[in-house]
């Protein structure tokens, strides 16, 4: 599999994400005015602020999801000769490609394929090096197989 199939599985994924989070804020919005509804007192007031909590945990998501879609929109399937933003890098047990923060992507490659944020430390430690070259993460040392 490539890049290409990669970013199609992470957009999915994000487009997913914004769906429910869409769900969510609808279903909060029509518990908030049922509860505008039949509620006096304190109860109201005290279920009402954790309705706005709950709203405002979903905006912040929302916000970053819509950042992580953003920046896949911008990643191509280029070849890259050293590890950056957009990358595949393989060692002797992963593929790291550097893009969002996405976890193991669902793909039956010969190694688990990882997608990562380019400010995550691991991506921070290959940030520009090349084949051949290693670099360190958790007190693992990997060498760079290929980057592609």
């Known amino acids: 599999m490539e890049k290409k ?4 599985i992470m ?30 007192g304190d109860k109201h007031e005290t279920a009402r602020a954790m309705i706005d909590q709950e709203l405002q945990r979903l905006n ?8 992580d879609q953003a920046e896949l929109q911008k990643i191509t399937n280029s070849a890259c000769d050293r590890a950056e ?3 595949a890098v393989e060692t002797d047990r992963i593929i790291y490609f550097i893009s969002i923060s996405f976890g ?3 793909v039956k490659d010969s190694k688990p394929v990882y997608a990562l944020s380019p400010v ?11 084949a051949g070259e290693a670099f360190e993460v958790n007190g693992l040392k990997q060498v760079i197989l290929a980057v592609y």
Not at 13 to 33: D, T
Request: glycine share 6%.
């Open 5 to 8: 199939a990669w970013l199609s």
């Open 11 to 40: 957009d999915v994924g994000v487009r997913n994400v914004l769906k429910r989070l869409q769900e969510e804020e609808v279903a909060l919005q029509e518990s908030r005015q049922a509860d505008t509804k039949s509620s006096a």
């Open 60 to 67: 912040h998501q929302k916000d970053k999801t819509l950042r």
């Open 85 to 87: 933003r957009g990358a």
């Open 104 to 106: 193991k992507l669902p």
């Open 120 to 130: 995550s430390p691991a991506a921070q430690a290959m940030i520009g090096k090349q």
